[in-house]
């Protein structure tokens, strides 16, 4: 089983503000905002007990670079102070609303609307909002609009600037909830959708038309959540289940639900609608054979890859094809073409150790991977001997900028200087554009945005 506290899963233990950092390459200068990235970092004291530290459950850090006029004006890390951290570091909570008592670590993912900033996570809490320079202000609930907690994967409909997302609790039983946020940053509509049980849904996928939810195999484990460690677990008796939903729905009971072979899925690439009325969605998602089967401190089951799953709605089937058999996951686009045809995908890719088992290995991403999706090619990048790749996301050069015209940038780790750098590459040829040199190590987190000012 593999160790979520060694190498660089391991946490860092000190909040870091470095200024003017120096940079290696040319910063473009339409880039004005941060790049912020979140992931679990649990407090030094008392130190986690790597037999029983499950992966998704530590303390909350947000790790950010502000670029402006082609210079790396500031890193900042700092811990989201839910109130246990805050204790921890001998300060007063955050005054905020929290839900139903639930106060989970805002682990997950940072995102921005209404120039604010949120770290979020899944399973029933609330945002934590945070200033600017990533300070924690408190839980939030969007002014007293969301009724419940919130998902860490919302996806921002590129017309109208609005987030979807689909959140579950276990307190909510067979039911998940979805809502739009709007430009305001004040929830505008929630609708009920009934699943089969307590499921985990850590995303959805969202086309021009429809919200597509998974309601798959991990369900909510009352014993596991009794010994303090990862409430959901693999449940082979679960239907596996893809549901189609109109955005217009009013209650939920218009959901269409469609047979898959039992496996998970954490993260879609996109999805989109794929001719008018009963036409067709098609789905592009990094597909696991199964998680929290037999590794109980992390999602790594077997390689998950990326597969393509078309859902007839006439005929009322899901055809499964595999697009790349490679080990990946933490896929993005140019979200420009959230839930719209789309052409190239980017995703990290695990290495490939055939004779150990994945819960073996841990995720280690060493490849940034390109897809053509058009032409059916993979183009891989290596940052070299000893590097460890994070989550790429992508940043057009301009408004009306070609699919692939622009950049990607994300965290790379090098084991030998044990630091990491921020590595903006073309997304075209996957060559360095500029590499911002961070005073600090950022460990393997989960997922993060470009946040523009």
């Known amino acids: 089983m593999a160790n979520y506290l060694q190498g660089n899963f391991g946490p860092v233990e000190a909040e870091l503000t470095a200024t003017e950092l120096p940079v290696t390459g040319t910063i473009p200068e339409h880039l004005d905002g941060r790049y ?11 130190p986690p007990d790597p037999a029983n530290y499950h992966w998704f459950l530590g303390a909350g850090m947000v790790h950010g670079v502000r670029l402006r006029d082609g210079r790396a004006e500031w890193y900042r890390n700092r811990w989201v102070r839910n109130a246990e951290v805050a204790r921890a570091l001998g300060e007063e909570p955050r005054p905020g609303p929290i839900h139903s008592e639930m106060d989970f670590a805002a682990n997950t993912n940072v995102i921005g609307q209404a120039g604010r900033t949120f770290a979020i996570v899944e399973a029933g809490s609330r945002p934590y909002e945070l200033t600017d320079e990533l300070d924690t202000v408190g839980p939030c609930d969007f002014d007293g609009t969301l009724p419940g ?11 109208t600037g609005e987030l979807h997302a689909v959140s579950y609790w276990w307190g909510w039983e067979n039911r998940v909830q979805y809502s739009v946020i709007g430009t305001d940053a004040r929830v505008r509509r929630t609708v009920e959708v009934e699943v089969t049980g307590p499921t985990m849904m850590h995303d959805f996928s969202l086309t021009e038309r429809h919200v597509v939810l998974y309601d798959l195999p991990v369900t909510f484990d009352i014993d596991k959540a009794g010994q303090g460690t990862m409430p959901y677990t693999w449940n082979p008796d679960y239907p596996a289940r893809v549901g189609v939903l109109p955005r217009d729905s009013v209650d939920g009971a218009d959901a269409q639900w469609f047979d898959v072979e039992p496996c998970f899925v954490y993260h879609p690439l996109n999805a989109y609608d794929d001719g008018a009325g009963d036409g067709s969605i098609v789905l592009d998602v ?21 597969h393509r799953w078309t859902v007839d709605l006439a005929k009322g089937k899901v055809v499964e094809e595999l697009l790349d058999d490679h080990g990946q996951e933490f896929p993005r686009i140019d979200e420009r073409r959230t839930g719209r045809p789309h052409r190239y995908g ?10 150990r088992p994945y819960a073996d290995i841990g995720m280690t991403p060493t490849s940034l991977l390109r897809h053509d999706l058009v032409t059916g090619t993979r183009q891989p990048r290596d940052f070299g001997p000893g590097s460890e790749v994070g989550e790429f996301v992508f940043v057009p050069a301009g408004p009306d900028a070609a699919e692939d015209d622009g950049v990607l940038m994300g965290y790379v780790y090098d084991r030998a200087r044990d630091r990491s750098d921020l590595v903006l590459v073309d997304a075209a040829t996957l060559e360095d554009v500029a590499r911002v040199h961070l005073p600090a190590r950022v460990p393997h987190g989960f997922h993060g945005n470009w946040i523009a000012t």
């Open 36 to 46: 912020l990235r979140n992931g679990p970092n649990p407090l030094p004291d008392p």
């Open 286 to 306: 990094v597909r696991h054979p199964a998680t929290f089967r037999s590794d109980h401190n992390g999602p790594w089951e077997g390689p998950p890859q990326l």
């Open 346 to 355: 980017y995703t990290v890719g695990l290495p490939r150790e055939a004779d």
């Open 149 to 159: 907690g919130y998902t860490p994967h919302p996806h921002r409909d590129p017309a």
